[in-house]
């Protein structure tokens, strides 16, 4: 399973959008991008996914880059509840997820 | 609908001892995953069960063991307990093969080893 790269904290003033970096450079074709958040104490939470197109839900925003190699995930507009540390993941339809250490995201009044 | 559903929620063991841990899939998930969090670290890989067949396992001594029932749910076992087994134990369900779909993790047990 490719390994991922993520800045370990950032701050964000609630009602702007956060944006998330992940580097995976070494993510190979069959493996897609998995986001989770994990709120204090309990279990992650799924985002978002995809493989290498753009991907948009209630939640959030992922963008892929065309080589694949790093990938942004979006918040659009924070809010306190969203603090939470985030992970990006690499891993194929059947994979196990490899968490790293993630994000810890701040969101602030 | 109900999620994923562990018990206990949280138990208190003496070192030597041995625990399981329970996980209810959500109705339909055939997949049932663990994972141990280490108090600052993110959650890793124990064991994947697909059909109550073991499709993956990580890193981890034989003294961790687990199955899957016909329902889908699934026990973990852990013998001869140390210190350093104190964690969060997560438990996750999802879909493989019928589509990409992300994982649905329990609230977790919290064990405490003492």
């Known amino acids: 399973d490719a390994k991922t790269t993520q800045p370990p904290s950032m701050d964000c003033a609630e009602g702007r959008a956060a944006n998330l970096p992940c580097n995976h450079s070494?993510?190979?074709?069959?493996?897609?991008v998995y986001w989770y958040r994990q709120i204090h104490s309990q279990g992650p939470q799924y985002i978002i996914h995809g493989l290498k197109n753009n991907e948009t839900n209630e939640m959030a925003s992922l963008i892929i880059t065309e080589d694949r190699k790093s990938s942004t995930l979006i918040l659009p507009h924070a809010t306190l509840r969203d603090t939470a540390v985030y992970y990006c993941i690499a891993a194929d339809s059947w994979g196990k997820l490899q968490f790293g250490a993630g994000t810890q995201v701040v969101v602030t009044p | 609908d109900a999620g994923v559903t562990q018990s206990p929620t949280h138990l208190i063991k003496t070192r030597g001892q041995h625990v399981t841990l329970r996980c209810s899939p959500i109705?339909?998930?055939?997949?049932v995953s663990w994972y141990q969090q280490v108090l600052g670290q993110g959650p890793q890989f124990i064991f994947q069960y697909y059909e109550k067949e073991e499709r993956g396992r990580g890193n981890f001594p034989d003294r961790f063991s687990a199955r899957q029932f016909p329902n889908y749910s699934s026990e973990l076992n852990v013998n001869a307990l140390l210190l350093g087994d104190s964690a969060l134990y997560l438990c996750a369900s999802s879909h493989p093969g019928q589509g990409v779909g992300g994982y649905t993790f329990g609230s977790g047990t919290r064990l405490t080893v003492v």
């Open positions: 109705s339909g998930h055939k997949s």
């Open positions: 070494t993510i190979s074709g069959n493996e897609y």
